[in-house]
C-alpha cells in the first residue's frame, strides 16, 4: 500500500533511513495516536505505515479523530491499509479502546484562533489528562506529548535562541495566550502522571515548521507565501517589523518525534525546530526565488525599525543534538522547494 501515499515518497525514504534502528523496538507493538489527521498527524501516520511495511514490522497503530470518515475521503488508501485502524470520538471523552497500547503519541491539540480563549485552554488541558488516563490503563512503554515553543512567552529580544531552561511563561493576562499556557498546564500534568503512575512521558516542545500538507490558507505565513506564488500574485508581506522564525522541514520533524518517542529521556522537554533564524522578508525572498521567472514581494505598512522590538521564536536546539544526535538535514532553501513541488503537482 506504500505505492498510494499521498507524502514524497523520498522525504518518507529519508525519515525511514534515520530511524532505522529506533523501530527495531517495534515490531509487533501496537500504538494510539491522537491529533492523526492533522499536519503532524498525517506526517507521523504515512511514516509509520512506510517503516512497518519496509522493515516487516507487524505493528499497528490506532488513531482516535472526531471525523475519521472526511479523512479517509481524503486519503481513501487508508481504507485498505490492515494496520491502521480509526476510532471516532472527541479527545478530552474518548471512550478508551481495550488491550495493551505500546506507544501512545499525544498530537492533537486546538490552536483554532476563533474559538474562545477559555474552550482552547480547557479543551487542551482535557484532552492531555484524558489520554494520559487511558495511558495508565494500558500499561504503555512510552507516551510522546506534542508541546509548543509558546509555553516560554514572549522571547527576550536579546534572546538569540530559547533553550530548554528559560523559565519564562506566558503573560497570565494575555487571554491570546491560551494556547501557551494549555501547553504549559498540560506539561504539568504529564510530570505529575511521570512521577505518579510510573508513565515513561516524552516531551517535544515544538516550533515552526514547513512541508507537504501545511495548509496554505491559515495563519502560517510560509503557507500564505507559496499559496500566493503558486497563484501567481506578488507575495504579500504584511510588515518589515522585525520578526524572526526559524523553520523545520515536515520529513525531519517527523525524524525528530519518533527518536523523541524511543530514545528521549522521561519527563524531560526537547525544543523541536531549527536553530537557524530567518526574518519575515528574508523568508518571501527565499519563496520567491524558487519560482522562475522570481515572484514580486510587496511589503505593506512599512515601519521605521527599533532594535529594541525584535520578535525571535527561534529554539536552541543544543539538547537536543548532544543527547539524541538530531539536527536539521534539510535546508530551509530545499524545503521551500520541495513543498512547492509537492502543491505543484
Known sequence: MTNQI????DDLEHILNKTRSLFKDAYKKKFF????????????????????????????????????????????YFK???????????????RFPKGQYHYIIHAATDNNLSSSPLDLFRNNIAGTQRVLDFARTCHNEAFLFTSSGAVYGEQPFKMLRIPEDYQGAPATININSAYGESKR???????NYAREFGINVKIARCFAFLGPNLPLNINFAVGNFVRDAL??????????????????????????????????KTNKPYNVGSPKPCSIVELADLVAEVFSPKVKVEIKNKTKNNLKHIERYVPDTNLAKKELGLRQFISLTAGIRKMVNYYRS
Not at 37 to 63: H, P, Q
Not at 185 to 191: G, N
Open 6 to 9: 499521498s507524502l514524497p515518497k
Open 33 to 76: 495516536m491522537t491529533g492523526g489527521t492533522g499536519f503532524f498527524g498525517l506526517w507521523l501516520l504515512e511514516s509509520f505505515v512506510w517503516i512497518n511495511e519496509k522493515l516487516n514490522l507487524n505493528a499497528s497503530v490506532v488513531v482516535l479523530s472526531r471525523k475519521p470518515e472526511i479523512f479517509k475521503e481524503k486519503y481513501p
Open 80 to 94: 485498505k491499509i490492515k494496520s491502521v485502524k480509526f476510532i471516532k470520538g472527541d479527545v478530552s471523552s474518548f
Open 185 to 191: 498546564v498540560s506539561e504539568f500534568y504529564c510530570a
Open 231 to 264: 497563484n501567481g500574485e506578488p507575495i504579500c508581506v504584511k510588515s518589515n517589523k522585525r520578526i524572526y522564525r526559524s523553520y523545520l522541514y515536515s520529513a525531519d520533524l517527523v525524524i525528530w518525534l519518533w527518536t523523541i518517542l524511543f530514545r528521549g
